[in-house]
């Protein structure tokens, strides 16, 4: 479902489709992001994806444990990034937008909000 709302959303709208309207107060330069980052068991050979957590400043979660599907279970804790020869990237930006004060009551501050595109 969608709301749209005049002021910027809260926790409970989480998991909710939400418009807002604001201004950009910042916009950040255009950047590359690698989205994805090849990795190979050192124990049994398995290649696998990591994806990059873009929220937190784009970097790859560590590999804690081989996700093969061999019986018996690897289980390894050891892995090596594989060559960049599939590197998959994309172009991202970070943008700034701040609350109409006209949607606020008097005496309100706006919030901010960062908004990655």
Request: proline content about 9%; glycine content about 6%; hydrophobic content about 30%.
């Amino acid at each position: 479902s969608e709301t749209d709302k005049g002021t910027f959303p809260r926790a409970s709208d989480i998991g909710t489709l939400v418009s807002v309207r604001g201004t950009i107060i910042r916009t950040g330069t255009p950047k590359m992001l690698e989205w994805t980052r090849y990795f190979i068991c050192s124990k049994c050979g398995h290649e696998f994806e990591q994806i990059a957590n873009v929220e937190h400043d784009n970097p790859f979660p560590k590999p804690t444990m081989c996700p093969s599907d061999k019986i018996p279970p690897c289980n390894a804790r050891k892995f090596h990034p594989v060559d960049m020869k599939d590197m998959d990237c994309r172009d991202y930006q970070e943008v700034r937008i701040q609350e109409q004060s006209q949607a606020l009551g008097v005496g309100s501050i706006p919030r901010s909000v960062t908004v990655i595109l």
